[in-house]
Nanobody, 115 residues
Framework: QVQLVESGGGLVPAGGSLRLSCASS????????MGWYRQTPGKQRELVAS???????NYADSVKDRFTISRDNAKNTVYLQMNSLKPEDTAVYSC?????????WGQGTQVTVSS
């Protein structure tokens, strides 16, 4: 059974930092493209950052130079370091694992940035 479990969300003032983690099980983690997505009510889910099996990284323009995605294949975990947080970063952040046609999602973790 595949499981992706996010943690690290919470309430933080503007300018603060959070580090999200997504621990996986039931997949060959090292083969998967891992991504962080976020969604707010009434808006479409958007890709925040992704990291390939080989370590190539991709970021949404809105988070470049503030967020850093990384992965630890030994721990089957992907991270999202979020710095200089803004109120507009408030959302539910979800982890995604993708390999060929397979897609898996975590349950999400709430990030709230107060102004």
């Amino acid at each position: 059974q595949v499981q992706l479990v996010e943690s690290g969300g919470g309430l933080v003032p503007a300018g603060g930092s959070l580090r999200l983690s997504c621990a996986s099980s039931g997949i060959i983690f090292s083969l998967h493209i891992m991504g962080w997505y976020r969604q707010t009510p009434g808006k479409q889910r958007e890709l925040v950052a992704s990291i390939s099996a080989g370590g190539s990284k991709n970021y949404a323009d809105s988070v470049k130079d503030r967020f850093t995605i990384s992965r630890d294949n030994a721990k089957n975990t992907v991270y999202l370091q979020m710095n200089s947080l803004k109120p507009e970063d408030t959302a539910v952040y979800s982890c995604n694992a993708a390999y060929r046609s397979a897609r898996y999602w975590g349950q999400g973790t709430q990030v709230t940035v107060s102004s």
